[in-house]
């Protein structure tokens, strides 16, 4: 399957039932475009803009700049959805997890992480995920489908009105990083995906810096220059191992794109230097990948690529097959690294008491069957002539 028609099989929701057009995930000139059908100068959609991405503003009543006239004819065609709450867990260490509930019911998971001098939220990009990575709970529930550029931002925006972080700057925020690193594969819901990162990152919008937004991907080695291009964001790599037969038995999808490939197309991430370097995210698994030659080989493998690897103590989940390696060996690995110049953190996993942390999220959410879906948009099939009702 390739990936356009990967986009088109699961496609982020239809419009809204009522009819009425969602302003959150809207570009400027689209905003422009909406404004002008309502006989209004194009230049209200930055007043607009702001009022949705600066002050985080729901209620068009509230957005005293423009015109009553104006505000009801936003009223009467427009809303401003995020994602509601459907449920919230607060970790022991500070850390909050919510299961955000979309407009068509499905649920994905998004997580705050706080620390001493940022705090960081993990967004998700899919309604479960596209891969099946063996150690990875978010991999054991099928895709349902992508997630839309507003469920995306909107995620943010609901972390925003929570921690009461509108009108916070800079550092003072609540969340000063944005990770694309929840559930799905932010590269196989690309179009979707640029369009969230490009309200983030607008500095007259959500305003979270392009340094500190990572997108996290397995290896989908098509987009990854496109992803440099076109959004300059940080780049992750999920690796988790250095022999393509251990990568085919942990990430699927290794076996369509191998790590030489994958290796190839991190050398080539455009921006790429020692002070923007590509983050390698490697999960230790007891007895799997954690051995000394492991990490000798690793070395060699990112030879002349600007990186650092972070070490990721496995995260157990119910019905796991693997085990955490033990402190020794992530410490043995991570000396290896190091000595060969490469940073080689420690993740200290976060949010573990209430399945927060790293490879552990999951939402119960399915794909509804076609005869569902297709009676949401057109109605009830109507009945076969002849049949015989029970």
Same mark, same amino acid.
């Given at each position: 399957?390739?990936?356009?028609?990967?986009?088109?099989?699961?496609?982020?929701?239809?419009?809204?039932?009522?009819?009425?057009?969602?302003? @959150?995930?809207?570009?400027?000139?689209?905003?422009?475009?909406?404004?002008?059908?309502?006989?209004?100068?194009?230049?209200?959609?930055?007043?607009?803009?702001?009022?949705?991405?600066?002050? /985080?503003?729901?209620?068009?009543?509230?957005?005293?700049?423009?015109?009553?006239?104006?505000?009801?004819?936003?009223?009467?065609?427009?809303?401003?959805?995020?994602?509601? @709450?459907?449920?919230?867990?607060?970790?022991?260490?500070?850390?909050?997890?919510?299961?955000?509930?979309?407009?068509?019911?499905?649920?994905?998971?998004?997580?705050?992480?706080?620390?001493?001098?940022?705090?960081?939220?993990?967004?998700?990009?899919?309604?479960?995920?596209?891969?099946?990575?063996?150690?990875?709970?978010?991999?054991?529930?099928?895709?349902?489908?992508?997630?839309?550029?507003?469920?995306?931002? /909107?995620?943010?925006?609901?972390?925003?009105?929570?921690?009461?972080?509108?009108?916070?700057? /800079?550092?003072?925020?609540?969340?000063?990083?944005?990770?694309?690193?929840?559930?799905?594969?932010?590269?196989?819901?690309?179009?979707?995906?640029?369009?969230?990162?490009?309200?983030?990152?607008?500095?007259? /919008?959500?305003?979270?810096?392009?340094?500190?937004?990572?997108?996290?991907?397995?290896?989908?080695?098509?987009?990854?220059?496109?992803?440099?291009?076109?959004?300059?964001?940080?780049?992750?790599?999920?690796?988790?191992?250095?022999?393509?037969?251990?990568?085919?038995?942990?990430?699927?999808?290794?076996?369509?794109?191998? @790590?030489?490939?994958?290796?190839?197309?991190?050398?080539?991430?455009?921006?790429?230097?020692?002070?923007?370097?590509?983050?390698?995210?490697?999960?230790?698994?007891?007895?799997?990948?954690?051995?000394?030659?492991?990490?000798?080989?690793?070395?060699?493998?990112?030879?002349?690529?600007?990186?650092?690897?972070?070490?990721?103590?496995?995260?157990?989940?119910?019905?796991?097959?693997?085990?955490?390696?033990?402190?020794?060996?992530?410490?043995?690995?991570?000396?290896?690294?190091?000595?060969?110049?490469?940073?080689?953190? @420690?993740?200290?996993?976060?949010?573990?008491?209430?399945?927060?942390?790293?490879?552990?999220?999951?939402?119960?959410?399915?794909?509804?069957?076609?005869?569902?879906?297709?009676?949401?948009?057109?109605?009830?099939?109507?009945?076969?002539?002849?049949?015989?009702?029970?």
């Amino acid at each position: 399957m390739s990936i356009d028609s990967h986009s088109t099989a699961f496609a982020s929701p239809a419009a809204r039932a009522d009819g009425r057009t969602n302003l @959150i995930g809207l570009s400027r000139p689209e905003l422009a475009a909406l404004l002008e059908e309502l006989g209004e100068a194009p230049f209200r959609a930055g007043q607009l803009w702001r009022w949705l991405y600066r002050r /985080g503003a729901s209620d068009f009543t509230a957005m005293t700049d423009l015109g009553k006239t104006l505000r009801a004819k936003l009223a009467e065609r427009c809303v401003v959805d995020r994602p509601g @709450i459907a449920s919230e867990q607060l970790s022991r260490d500070g850390t909050r997890k919510w299961l955000l509930a979309m407009v068509d019911g499905q649920k994905v998971e998004s997580v705050h992480i706080p620390e001493t001098e940022r705090g960081t939220l993990c967004i998700s990009s899919q309604v479960g995920c596209t891969l099946t990575c063996r150690f990875c709970h978010t991999g054991t529930q099928p895709l349902v489908r992508n997630l839309g550029p507003a469920e995306i931002a /909107g995620q943010l925006m609901l972390a925003r009105d929570v921690l009461k972080d509108w009108y916070r700057e /800079g550092d003072e925020r609540a969340v000063t990083n944005v990770v694309l690193m929840g559930m799905g594969e932010p590269l196989y819901n690309y179009d979707n995906v640029a369009r969230a990162v490009k309200v983030i990152t607008d500095g007259d /919008g959500l305003a979270i810096s392009r340094r500190r937004v990572t997108l996290s991907t397995a290896g989908v080695v098509p987009q990854i220059r496109r992803c440099g291009e076109e959004l300059g964001v940080s780049l992750a790599i999920s690796l988790h191992a250095v022999t393509d037969e251990l990568r085919d038995r942990l990430v699927p999808l290794n076996k369509r794109y191998p @790590i030489r490939a994958l290796l190839a197309a991190c050398r080539e991430y455009p921006g790429l230097n020692n002070a923007r370097r590509i983050t390698f995210e490697y999960v230790m698994l007891d007895g799997v990948n954690d051995s000394p030659a492991d990490a000798r080989e690793l070395v060699r493998l990112l030879r002349g690529i600007p990186a650092k690897v972070n070490l990721i103590p496995f995260n157990p989940w119910p019905g796991s097959a693997f085990a955490c390696s033990s402190p020794a060996a992530i410490d043995r690995f991570a000396d290896i690294l190091m000595n060969a110049g490469y940073a080689s953190p @420690i993740r200290t996993p976060r949010g573990q008491d209430i399945l927060a942390a790293c490879g552990q999220l999951r939402s119960e959410s399915r794909r509804r069957p076609r005869h569902e879906r297709r009676a949401e948009l057109h109605g009830p099939e109507p009945a076969i002539a002849g049949a015989v009702s029970a």
